[in-house]
């Protein structure tokens, strides 16, 4: 290894730890400063297409799975049916890794899952391949009023996200991904330079709550870390700056089936 390289994974190694936390003057971030925080999701597009979710917790497509079961039956799965996902189970899945619990305060909510200083930097996207009632096309989740917005759609997309995802496969032949954008502000107005470790640890414990939600409707998921930046964030929409994308998961029905409560 020369010199330079492992310069390099020094480097890697210091965005782990956290030592930068005891090099920033908390008293001089955007918060401290008196800067309205950041909005907790973005904004709507004018007369954009809006899909109301049917309420997850009402559909008998959700079903009681023993927490203890769903982590033993946890792992990734790459091999999916050609059965479709229901806008029921999509709903319960959306709530599940980023669901609206309560507000707190402008720009604060409690969600489904924890986030550092409440901060949730995450935009939730699907790409639809194979849902009832939903075209083919990339949506955005509205988790303060659990909705969808039609955002684009493209001539091809299975092949769209197979190419942005290196060609990994099995993605074109799930029933829709999720793709989850940072917008790296919503954590640096409170934490400046130590923002971005807490970003990545954040966004496991999104992916975690999708790989145990797949439990209850007899689907499975895999979890994709390796993508082209440039193709997903193009195929998404976002600018790559202060929106990018960080982590995605391909989800679909399996064969084989979980056992319930």
């Known amino acids: 290894m020369s010199y330079s390289e492992k310069d390099v994974i020094d480097q890697y190694r210091y965005f782990l730890k956290d030592h930068v936390r005891l090099t920033i003057d908390f008293r001089k971030t955007d918060q401290r400063m008196g800067f309205d925080p950041p909005p907790v999701e973005k904004e709507l597009i004018e007369d954009a297409d809006i899909i109301a979710l049917p309420p997850f917790d009402q559909s008998d497509a959700i079903h009681p799975v023993d927490l203890v079961t769903a ?22 899945l959306l709530w599940a890794t980023q669901g609206v619990r309560d507000s707190v305060s402008p720009g604060r909510v409690l969600r489904t899952v924890p986030s550092a200083g409440c901060r949730h930097s995450f935009e939730t ?30 001539a091809n997309m299975a092949k769209s996200i197979v190419k942005a995802a290196l060609h990994q496969s099995f993605v074109g032949h799930a029933a829709l991904s999720f793709v989850w954008t ?11 330079r130590a923002a971005h470790k807490v970003i990545a640890i954040d966004v496991g414990h999104v992916c975690q709550n999708l790989y145990l939600a797949t439990s209850a409707i007899n689907a499975g998921t895999c979890a994709i870390a390796a993508y082209n930046q440039e193709l997903m964030d193009r195929l998404l929409g976002v600018d790559g700056e202060d929106e990018f994308t960080i982590y995605m998961a391909a ?9 319930k409560s």
């Open 71 to 92: 982590i033993h039956h946890r792992k990734s799965h790459r091999v999916f049916v050609k059965e479709p996902l229901t806008l029921e189970e999509i709903s319960f």
């Open 125 to 154: 996207y699907l790409c639809v391949l194979n849902v009832e009632n939903l075209n083919t096309g990339i949506y955005r989740y509205l988790p303060i009023e659990h909705k969808l917005i039609f955002e684009k759609t493209e």
């Open 182 to 192: 940072t917008i790296p502000y919503r954590m640096e107005w409170r934490y400046d």
């Open 251 to 259: 989800v679909g029905k399996l064969n084989e089936t979980i056992p």
